[in-house]
């Protein structure tokens, strides 16, 4: 079966870096579409950055500049690079695959479009 396996989140300062991997396994990686989510205490589960099997990725605003997603197809991995990180990017970061979906398109950064998560990784950012 699909199992998506987070790792990497710990708790850091404001400034710093985290580095999150999500180990796929149970489908054919390299035609799933992939994304990172996020979700604070109180508050909707959140699109943080997409990547699919062409490569393409998209990130929310908030993001943008300081967070890098990104593939390894040989491992069935994929990366979430997060640098300058802010107190508001704490949350439980979840990643997310759409199996035998290539493309993306606009539905990259919505929830409702993957079918399998992660159990979920907790990124704690202190001022």
């Known amino acids: 079966q699909v199992q998506l396996v987070e790792s990497g989140g710990g708790s850091v300062q404001a400034g710093g870096s985290l580095r999150l991997s999500c180990a796929a396994s149970?489908?054919?990686?390299?035609?799933?579409?992939m994304g990172w989510f996020r979700q604070a205490p109180g508050k909707e589960r959140e699109g943080v950055a997409n990547?699919?099997?062409?490569?393409?990725?998209g990130y929310a605003d908030s993001v943008k500049g300081r967070f890098t997603i990104s593939r390894d197809n040989a491992k069935n991995t994929l990366y979430l690079q997060m640098n300058t990180l802010k107190p508001e990017d704490t949350a439980m970061y979840y990643c997310?695959?759409?199996?035998?979906?290539?493309?993306?398109?606009?539905?990259?950064?919505?929830?409702?479009?993957?079918?399998?998560w992660g159990q979920g990784t907790q990124v704690t950012v202190s001022s």
């Open positions: 149970g489908y054919n990686y390299i035609s799933a579409s």
């Open positions: 990547i699919d099997s062409y490569g393409s990725t």
């Open positions: 997310a695959a759409r199996p035998l979906t290539r493309e993306a398109g606009v539905w990259g950064l919505a929830a409702h479009w993957y079918g399998y």
